[in-house]
């Protein structure tokens, strides 16, 4: 059985719990009854809740994802170009140094 201390606790928590006592201590009907009463009246409004905040969720991760792609393009792009000026600078310094050596 649980113990409350009275003094942190309030009459009606008291005597919530006391019903939830006698419910676990009954049969199954008053069991399944008094949970419709309490939490069958909630339990929509809380999936839904959690549906909202798990649609959230996701959003949130997939601009992530999108973000973190965009950035990863934009740096392989960069990349990219770099490696495309050295090649340019590699070429035009291979061609000085043949036209020099015609030249001699």
Do not use: I
């Not at 005597?15 to 069991?31: I, N, P, R, Y």
């Not at 997939?62 to 740096?75: L, T, W």
């Amino acid at each position: 059985m649980l113990q409350l201390n009275s003094s942190a606790t309030t009459a009606g928590l008291q005597q919530e719990l006391q019903t939830m006592e006698s419910v676990v201590c009954a049969d199954l009907g008053k069991a399944e009854e008094f949970g419709n009463e309490t939490w069958g009246v909630t339990k929509a409004a809380e999936k839904q809740m959690k549906d909202k905040q798990d649609e959230e969720q996701r959003l949130k991760e997939e601009e992530e994802d999108k973000k973190r792609k965009e950035e990863e393009e934009a740096e392989d792009k960069e990349d990219e170009d770099a490696r495309d000026e050295d090649e340019d600078e590699k070429e035009k310094d291979e061609d000085a140094t043949a036209q020099a050596k015609d030249e001699l």
